[in-house]
């Protein structure tokens, strides 16, 4: 089974950038689709993006379409995301996680080997 382990969270000012980055163990992470969702407090989890296995195809929560990115580097086992135009209703702990279910899905139990999460802050 794969582990996830998620980085590059912080707090940065409305507007700023960050980029989170998910380290995958183990020899199989290109043959799995994967993605990012995030939770803030007192709310559920909800769909960041998605990528399939190759990289050659993505898609998006509404909220993030044209400020965020989602890529991967199979020869480094990561998955990234690239958050521009940082608002305050961004802020969350940020999960990357392996698609178990169909591609397209946005809910989570169509996720699974959750990362432990990096918190990202944005100031007003």
């Known amino acids: 089974q794969v582990q996830l382990v998620e980085s590059g969270g912080g707090l940065v000012q409305a507007g700023g950038s960050l980029r989170l980055s998910c380290a995958a163990s183990?020899?199989?992470?290109?043959?799995?689709?994967m993605g990012w969702f995030s939770q803030a407090p007192g709310k559920e989890r909800e769909f960041v993006a998605a990528?399939?296995?190759?990289?050659?195809?993505?898609y998006y929560a509404d909220s993030v379409k044209g400020r965020f990115a989602i890529s991967r580097d199979n020869a480094k086992n990561t998955v990234y995301l690239q958050m521009n135009s940082l608002k305050p209703e961004d802020t969350a702990v940020y999960y990357c996680?392996?698609?178990?279910?169909?591609?397209?899905?946005?809910?989570?139990?169509?996720?699974?080997?959750w990362g432990q999460g990096t918190q990202v802050t944005v100031s007003s």
């Open positions: 996680a392996v698609m178990n279910g169909r591609w397209g899905s946005q809910l989570d139990v169509d996720f699974g080997s």
């Open positions: 183990g020899r199989t992470f290109s043959s799995y689709n």
């Open positions: 990528i399939r296995r190759s990289g050659s195809m993505t």
